[in-house]
């Protein structure tokens, strides 16, 4: 029988390129992206329409999304944590959107400047908007297992926001270990909570790989059913608002920890290559 398939989606133009010190160049951006639609990806995430204050990095956005070539079967996605960001989203024909939440009060606040619960009030009307232009829409749900100022946060938390983003209309939910520090039965447990709520194939696992153990949770989700992995090209990644964080999983490494288990990703893992050695090429040094 045919392998089953998993997919994995590209953080590195995002969540890698945000976290960078320097300035990375419009033209650097939208190669990195080109580069990456040709290994075959189902979704990049492009960039962030965010505020340039908070996140000088993704300040051309627009201007991204102007610039990249669109391969037919990829979607482009990028992060909207208003309608100011979604207005943006739309005029620069972003095939998908996500909001992203928290599940530790304090990472919200520090991170998009309001409660869980203002920010589930703010993401409502761009959900509707979403549903009204025929938008998939993605909801990230942030610390899902430890966060950086509050240490760790109930799985109960991760189930009730969950739970908002689907009520809200999100197709997937994108969990994430925003600074890598669980381990395989915490991330087991979280699981298993959202799991009574939500079904494996509208669950994706965002693990960044600060402690080492981002494959051994994906393994534990794969277990759970999850079939969604984000991964970035070249190991980048991080939050600005999240000290101690390091890249997302590298998308290889996934790749070829799944591939082995029998998964097949379709992803070209020579193509994969190269774009990563640009990706590492655009990280800073110091
Ligand atoms: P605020 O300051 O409370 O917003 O920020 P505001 O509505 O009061 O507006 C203040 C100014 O920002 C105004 O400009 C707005 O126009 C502007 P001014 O009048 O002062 O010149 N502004 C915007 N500009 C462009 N695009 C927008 C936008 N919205 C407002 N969309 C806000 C609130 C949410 C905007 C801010 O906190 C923000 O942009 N935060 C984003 C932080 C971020 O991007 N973090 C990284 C992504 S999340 C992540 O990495 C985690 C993830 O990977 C999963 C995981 O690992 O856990 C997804
Ligand atoms: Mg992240």
């Not at 997937?172 to 039965?185: A, K, M, Q, V």
Request: charged share 20%; glycine share 8%; hydrophobic share 45%.
């Amino acid at each position: 029988s045919a392998p089953e398939h998993v997919t994995l989606v590209e953080m590195a133009p995002r969540d890698g390129l945000q976290n960078e010190k320097r300035l990375v160049d419009t033209t650097d951006k939208i190669r990195l992206v080109d580069l990456l639609s040709d290994c075959g990806y189902q979704r990049i995430e492009v960039t962030s329409f965010v505020s340039p204050k908070w996140v000088p990095q993704m300040a051309d956005a627009a201007a991204v999304m102007a610039g990249i070539r669109r391969r037919t079967g990829t979607r482009y996605t990028v992060l909207t944590p208003n309608m100011q960001g979604f207005e943006a989203a739309l005029a620069a024909k972003a095939d998908e959107m996500a909001i992203f939440a928290s599940a530790s009060e304090t990472f919200s606040q520090k991170n998009i400047n309001c409660s869980i619960a203002e920010s589930i009030e703010r993401f409502r009307p761009v959900a509707e908007a979403c549903r009204a232009n025929a938008v998939p829409l993605r909801g990230y749900v942030s610390c899902v297992v430890e966060c950086p100022y509050e240490g760790a946060i109930a799985p109960e938390s991760v189930a009730q926001v969950a739970d908002a983003l689907m009520a809200m209309g999100c197709y997937e939910i994108s969990l994430g270990d925003t600074i890598g520090r669980g381990t395989p039965d915490a991330v087991d447990a979280m699981l298993v909570r959202v799991l009574a709520d939500v079904s494996a194939g509208q669950l994706a696992g965002h693990f960044h790989d600060t402690s080492g153990r981002a494959l051994d949770n994906i393994g534990i989700a794969l277990e759970r059913g999850l079939r969604v992995f984000d991964a970035s090209a070249g190991g980048l990644g991080g939050c600005p608002y999240a000290p101690g964080a390091a890249g997302n999983v590298d998308t290889l490494a996934v790749n070829a920890f799944v591939t082995d288990r029998g998964f097949s990703t379709g992803l070209d893992a020579t193509r994969l290559e190269e774009a990563a050695a640009f990706a590492k090429s655009l990280r800073s040094t110091g």
